[in-house]
């Protein structure tokens, strides 16, 4: 019994410390726009917004489900988008493969400048981060971006994701403080601008777009920092419209009962919010978000392009058998697609019924 309660302790520690990694790499990359520096007013970001009259009826006819390769070429890269907040966790490998997934996503279309932090340019947060401070953050992009950020969480950070949702559901409207990223500091309020109806609100009550969680779950779920979600980590809340979770059958570290029985490791809505899941059918925990290459080749490209969530036919091909994170990659890609149509479109229609 000794043995085994050393052991758990050492893996404990093990798990702890890598969360908590500091990441090495020291990038020159920053990246800064008018609306960081000061207060924003009434109005100031849709009026920001410059897109021309015909690509904004681009934009409106596009349909948020059907987002081909090419309406990301001709329309969307001509457009801003929503800022992607990747979590981390585990140990320092964890780190690089949320580089490899923001390298997948950039390589697919998205602009780099919503996928890095713009104060040191590193692509993915701690799951040690304080989880007052990313939620908070959430509402200073929203309010100075026009667009409602994307969070993705691997391992701990995955369990972060639906922490926060949980955070902006059940706190009241002045516990939530609005955090700015540039100088990780708090703001000292709580209210922001609303940029698509021009009003303030609370950061508290936000409802993201889209949300997911990578292999979140097992054994972490005892960790003290994850304590206050451990019992409701499958069920999502209404402060999302969608969210994905992934799981890979025999998963220690994020997987319920080794991913052997489905039921435990399905995440369901409390309310409102669209929620699937996704089993994996090989690779390893800590490797799941390496998706970078998948980018690279034609046949893998041309895959991730024609994914539907409803497509039986394309999750039956042979190519998922060779690739096992290419669902992963699909489903992720699918909705980032989704949603950055999906924020334009609400930002194009805000813009223009302001000038009426």
């Known amino acids: 019994m000794k043995n085994m309660y050393q052991t758990l302790v050492v893996f404990l520690l093990i798990l702890l410390s890598g969360c908590g990694y500091t990441i090495q790499e020291q990038y020159n990359y920053r990246h800064n726009q008018d609306s960081y520096n000061h207060p924003v007013k009434a109005g100031e970001i849709l009026n920001s917004v410059n897109l021309g009259r015909e690509l904004e009826d681009k934009i409106l006819s596009l349909d948020p489900e059907n987002i081909t390769e090419q309406d990301v070429r001709e329309v969307l890269s001509n457009t801003p988008a929503p800022r992607i907040i990747n979590i981390h966790g585990g140990t320092s490998k964890v780190y690089i493969v949320m580089v490899s997934l923001a390298n997948f996503l950039k390589s697919m279309g998205y602009p780099e400048s919503r996928l890095r932090n713009p104060a040191d340019g590193t692509y993915s947060y701690s799951c040690l ?95 003290l920092n994850q304590w206050d979600v451990v019992f409701r980590l499958r069920k999502i809340p209404d402060t999302v419209e969608e969210f994905s979770g992934f799981y890979l059958k025999w998963d220690s570290a994020g997987a319920d009962y080794l991913g052997l029985i489905d039921a435990p490791n399905l995440y369901r809505s409390t309310g409102s919010a669209k929620t699937r899941t996704i089993k994996l059918s090989g690779g390893s925990h800590f490797f799941l978000p390496d998706v970078r290459h998948l980018a690279d080749k034609p046949d893998t490209r041309k895959w991730i392009n024609a994914y539907r969530p409803d497509n039986e036919q394309l999750l039956n091909d042979d190519i998922v058998d060779r690739e096992y994170n290419i669902p992963l990659a699909g489903e992720l890609w699918y909705h980032i697609k989704k949603y950055w149509t999906i924020e334009l479109q609400r930002m194009v229609t805000a813009k223009r019924k302001m000038k009426k």
Do not use: C
Request: hydrophobic fraction near 40%.
């Open 129 to 223: 981060k304080d989880i007052k401070e990313l939620t908070g953050i959430l509402g200073w992009y929203y309010e100075r971006e026009g667009m409602m950020p994307i969070i993705i969480g691997h391992s701990q950070g995955g369990m972060m994701v639906v922490k926060i949702l949980y955070y902006l559901a059940g706190s009241d409207d002045k516990s939530l403080m609005v955090w700015n990223p540039l100088t990780e500091k708090t703001e000292n309020r709580y209210m922001i601008m609303d940029p698509l109806t021009n009003k303030e609100r609370p950061v508290a009550g936000l409802k993201l777009g889209y949300a997911s969680s990578i292999a979140a779950g097992g054994t972490t779920r005892i960790l």
